[in-house]
């Protein structure tokens, strides 16, 4: 059964840094994507940050020029966090696109990491 863990989250002062972290293991196939989600109270999950294999990485406009996601070769991402608001307080989950060849993709999801920036 695939696993994916999220950690690094907390609270941290409105202007400081956090850097999320996301371990995706017991991978049968191979990872084409890993993204971060959160999804703050009320509200929907919204896309952050997406990383693909051969496609530009996607940020979305709120955290552009702030937050950077990156990917090692383990099937690991990585979300740093920097001059954070008060508005980026939520729970962040990691996810990750399994590719099967023969039976197509499985989405696998982490079950999230508390964020809170106070002012």
């Known amino acids: 059964q695939v696993q994916v863990m999220e950690s690094g989250g907390g609270l941290v002062q409105a202007g400081g840094s956090l850097r999320l972290s996301c371990d995706a293991s017991r991978i049968i196939f191979t990872i084409n994507t890993m993204a971060w989600f959160r999804q703050a109270a009320g509200n929907g999950r919204e896309l952050v940050a997406q990383i693909t294999s051969k496609r530009p990485t996607y940020y979305s406009n709120s955290v552009k020029g702030r937050f950077t996601i990156s990917r090692d070769n383990a099937n690991r991402a990585y979300l740093q966090m920097n001059s954070l608001k008060p508005e980026d307080t939520a729970v962040y989950y990691c996810?990750?696109?399994?590719?099967?060849?023969?039976?197509?993709?499985?989405?696998?999801w982490g079950q999230g990491t508390q964020v809170t920036v106070s002012s």
């Open positions: 996810y990750a696109k399994e590719i099967d060849p023969t039976h197509g993709d499985y989405d696998h």
